[in-house]
C-alpha cells in the first residue's frame, strides 16, 4: 500500500525536518532533567538558570538552515566607518569630558587566563566615578565600586552524533571534566536586563558600558574615545564602538570586521567556510582584527532587548575531547552584536590597546623592561628601537604560574630581543641579557641553567648545562 501526498517533495522534507528538530530539542529537554536531577538545592536553582540560556542557544542551533554569513556578500568595510585612532586623538579634551566618567560603566570579562596558567576568578563589573580634574588621572584618583555578577556560566558540551549532553551528572570532575564548557560572552547583554543591572545603572545616570577581556592588560579607559563618544549630537551617537588593530602574522585567527547586507559585522573564523580560512587569514585582504574593547549604549541595549531584535550568531566550534570523542560546543560573542546597534564604528588603535596576557609567554613579556608602568596603563619602553614586541615561545614547563617564577630568578633583559624559544628544563639566573633570536633546547633528561649575568646574542644552546652550589 502506498501513500501518496498531496504535498509536494519540498513540503514533505520540510515537514521532517521540522519533526526532526522537535525531536532533538524534546530529547535535549529530558536529558538536562536528568542531569538537574542529580544534584539539589541552590546548585540546582543556579544550574536550571544556565540551562534556560543553554536550551534557548540549542533552539536557535536547530532552526539554523545554512552557513550564517555568504562569502560572496563581504564586503572591506567602508572607510568612514573604521575611523584612525590619531583622528580620535587629535580633538583637544575639553574639561567636561572628566563628567563623562561618571557616565561609564567598566566590565572586564573572564577569559581563557583561568584554564591555560592555573589562574581563576569570576566576571567583575566595576564603575568608574571620576575626581574633580582629568589632566593627572591616575588609577589611584578613580574610585573604583566592584559589584559581584554570577560566576561564570557553564553549558553542557554536546556530542556531535547523537545532539545530546556527554555529561552524565553535574559534576565538574572525574569523567565529566571536558563535558562542560563556558558559553562566551554574549550572554552579556540578556544578563544585565534580566538582572535589573542594567535599569539600574540607567537610573543613576550611566550612558555607556566599556567592556574587554579581563587578560588584556592594554584594555584601559580612553578618555579620548570617550570625549567622541559624548560630544556627537544626542541623535548621532555611536551606540557601538568596537576597537580594532592592524593584523599581524600572530592575528590571523582573530575576528574582523566586515561590511555585510550595508552593517558592520562582526567575522569569527568559526564562521568561515574551510574553503575561505586561508582567505581569512589572509594579512593583505583583512588587515584588521577585533581586540574586543567595546564601547556599548545602556540605552540602546534596553531598545534592543525590549524589541527582541539583537541578533548573535551561534559559533558552532568543534572540539575532539581526549578519548576521541567529537562533540560540539554552541558559543556568542558580544561583539556580533554590532551589526543591530545604530551609527556602529571601529576605531584602529594602536597595538598597545591590545595586551593580551593568556600564556606564560605573554606574562614574560608584560613583567620584562620591554614595559612600563604609566598612569595605569602599560607603555612600551622608549629604549626598545623598533615598536613591535618580540615572539616568545616558552615549552610546556612554564605553563603554569607557579612553574614560570621557578625558573625565573629575575626576568631577562628583553628591550633588544627578537625571538626565543625555550623547550624543556630550563631555569635563568638573574640579569640575563637576551638579545636577538635565542633558542633554548633541553632534551628529556637534560637540564640547562643559564648562569647569572650571561648575555646570549643569535644564540642556539642545546644540551645539559647544570650549575650546583658548592
Not at 547523537?162 to 571536558?178: D, K, Y
Not at 575576528?255 to 574553503?275: C, F, H, M, S, W
Request: with cysteine.
Amino acid at each position: 500500500l502506498v501513500i501518496l501526498s498531496r504535498a509536494g517533495p519540498n513540503a514533505v522534507m520540510t515537514e521532517f525536518q521540522e519533526k526532526l528538530r522537535q525531536q532533538h530539542e524534546n530529547s535535549m529537554h529530558k536529558e538536562l532533567e536528568k542531569l538537574l536531577s542529580t544534584t539539589s538545592g541552590a546548585e540546582a536553582e543556579c544550574s536550571r538558570k544556565d540551562f534556560e540560556g543553554f536550551k534557548q542557544l540549542f533552539h536557535r542551533f536547530l532552526q539554523v538552515k545554512g552557513p550564517s554569513v555568504d562569502w560572496a556578500k563581504i564586503n572591506r568595510p567602508p572607510e568612514d566607518s573604521i575611523q584612525p585612532y590619531e583622528r580620535i586623538r587629535a580633538k583637544a579634551l575639553p574639561e567636561a569630558v572628566a563628567s563623562g566618567l561618571n557616565k561609564l560603566v567598566v566590565v572586564k570579562l573572564n577569559g581563557g587566563l583561568g584554564t591555560s596558567m592555573g589562574c581563576k576568578g569570576p566576571k567583575s563589573l566595576i564603575s568608574v566615578r571620576n575626581e574633580n580634574t582629568f589632566l593627572d588621572l591616575t588609577v589611584q584618583q578613580i574610585e573604583v565600586q566592584r559589584l559581584r555578577l554570577d560566576e561564570e556560566d557553564l553549558y553542557p558540551r554536546i556530542n556531535k552524533e547523537s545532539l545530546l549532553p556527554v555529561a552524565t551528572n553535574m559534576s565538574l570532575t572525574g569523567e565529566n571534566s571536558e563535558a562542560w564548557y563556558p558559553p562566551g560572552h554574549g550572554d552579556i547583554y540578556a544578563s544585565f536586563y534580566n538582572s535589573g543591572l542594567l535599569e539600574k545603572l540607567l537610573s543613576e545616570g550611566k550612558e555607556y558600558i566599556f567592556v574587554s577581556n579581563i587578560d588584556n592588560l592594554g584594555a584601559t579607559v580612553d578618555l579620548h574615545i570617550l570625549n567622541h563618544l559624548m560630544s556627537q549630537p544626542a541623535d548621532r551617537r555611536c551606540e557601538f564602538v568596537m576597537e580594532v588593530t592592524d593584523k599581524t602574522r600572530a592575528d590571523v585567527k582573530g575576528g574582523t570586521l566586515i561590511q555585510y547586507d550595508n552593517k558592520l559585522r562582526l567575522l569569527e573564523i568559526a564562521q568561515v567556510p574551510k574553503a575561505h580560512v586561508d582567505e581569512f587569514k589572509s594579512v593583505t585582504k583583512f588587515k584588521i582584527f577585533n581586540t574586543n574593547n567595546l564601547w556599548i549604549s545602556l540605552p540602546a541595549i534596553k531598545r534592543l532587548q525590549q524589541q527582541n531584535s539583537l541578533d548573535l550568531e551561534i559559533i558552532v566550534n568543534p572540539k575532539t575531547l581526549d578519548g576521541g570523542l567529537n562533540v560540539i560546543q554552541l558559543e556568542t560573542a558580544v561583539g556580533a552584536a554590532i551589526k543591530s546597534f545604530d551609527n556602529a564604528l571601529g576605531i584602529n588603535v594602536p597595538r598597545s590597546r591590545f595586551l593580551p596576557v593568556k600564556t606564560s609567554s605573554d606574562l614574560l613579556l608584560v613583567m620584562s623592561n620591554l614595559y612600563s608602568l604609566e598612569a595605569g596603563s602599560l607603555t612600551m619602553s622608549a629604549k626598545r628601537e623598533f615598536p613591535t614586541t618580540p615572539h616568545v615561545k616558552l615549552g610546556s614547563s612554564f605553563t603554569k604560574v607557579q612553574d614560570f617564577l621557578r625558573r625565573f630568578e629575575s626576568i631577562p633583559d628583553m628591550l633588544e630581543l627578537d625571538h626565543l624559544t625555550v623547550s624543556g628544563d630550563v631555569t635563568f639566573g638573574k640579569q640575563v641579557t637576551l638579545k636577538g633570536t635565542v633558542i633554548i633546547i633541553a632534551n628529556h633528561g637534560d637540564r640547562i641553567d643559564i648562569p647569572a649575568g650571561a648575555m646570549l646574542e643569535n644564540k642556539i644552546v642545546s644540551g645539559n648545562l647544570r650549575i650546583l652550589d658548592h
